[in-house]
């Protein structure tokens, strides 16, 4: 009886035996993952009870300090193996821990999506026409939005008191702190600039560094001084084209008219956004003879769009000055014809959309745009 009660008087009396006691029993307390870190932070941590059981064998007598160091270690083993143990039966590896320390980013929660926009029907509809020219042979090539007279007029056989020359048609860059004047100068020296009013300039810049047979096209932004309507902007987007040979004729320019409706319109994607592949048969296109300073014979195409002729096009056989204000000798004049045409994109896309106003493209109306993603 005796020796018991000593030994249990020696047991409460080791510190760090009452220490592993009340470290176990706490243990068994804690069952998240923020009472087991607090559990560790109190007992295994850098300012926890066995640091400081460690940090307090410098004041003890040297002959005990060996043991009570030997004691120390092995319940913070045993201590350490509880802990883990606690950890995975509460769902907290220590892998899992460590890497959730290091890594910033928390691999389990769900993603940020970010919206993917699309292109804008203007930039895909002169992509699609483009592609199906070039699919033809045709060169694609630009010219610049902002014009000399000379080429946006002059060079295109356009007299010097035409209408569209006024300063009520066309945008003219402001000059020397004044707005521009209408252009009356039919000189290539003509300094002044303005907004192109058609691609049509693309003809004689073209022509300037390229010898027929030749075909190419010229997207690009037009802008016009206009009221906007339903079928008019003052800023829209036309496709000039040109094919120019030695037996090029108003028939071919029918044949190339016909293969580009077909491949553009009967892949159409109805307004309800079912696919209904139209036949040929159900595009309407109609030619009728008109007047432009630079084709002769000219015409313009028209669709049937919505109860209505929709004119899409301006087109024409190449006139014989627009060739000689490229350069082309009379010679080489003599051998050669060709047609050229200028059609508005906006007026395709309504017509393969069914848009029935092209303000709509402008309006920037989330509503619209996202009916053609
Ligand atoms: C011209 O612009 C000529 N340069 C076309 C041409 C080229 C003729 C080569 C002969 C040879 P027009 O002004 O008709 O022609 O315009 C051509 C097409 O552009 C029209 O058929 C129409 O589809 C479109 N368009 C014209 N004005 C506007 C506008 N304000 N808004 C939207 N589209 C327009």
Redesign the pocket.
Known sequence: MVTKRKQQKKVVKTPILALKKAAVKKLAAAKTSVALDQWERDYLGRKGAIREVFQSLKELPEAKRKAVAQEANAVRTELVALFEKAQKKHGVGIAEKRALKTHTIDVTLPGVSTPVGHIHLVSRMIERVTDIFSSMGFDIVEGPDIESPYYNFDALNVPADHPSRDLWDTFWMQEAGEIGRAGRIANQNDSRRLLR????PGQVRYMETHKPPFRMVVPGRTY?F?NADR????E?H?I?GMMVGPNISAANFKGILTVFFNTLFCDIQSAQGSKTNVTSEQIKVRLRPSF?P??EP?F?VFMWFQGRWL??????MVHPEVYKHAGYSAGEIAKIQGF?????I??LIMIKHQIPD?RLLYVGDLRVIRQFS
């Not at 009013?197 to 049509?200: A, I, K, L, R």
């Not at 079928?231 to 003052?234: A, D, E, L």
């Not at 004119?311 to 024409?316: H, I, L, R």
């Open positions: 009013t058609h691609t049509s016009r206009e079928t008019h902007g003052f829209f036309q000039e432009f630079f084709t000219s313009e004119e899409v096009m301006g087109a024409g050229a045409f200028g059609g508005g906006e007026r092209m």
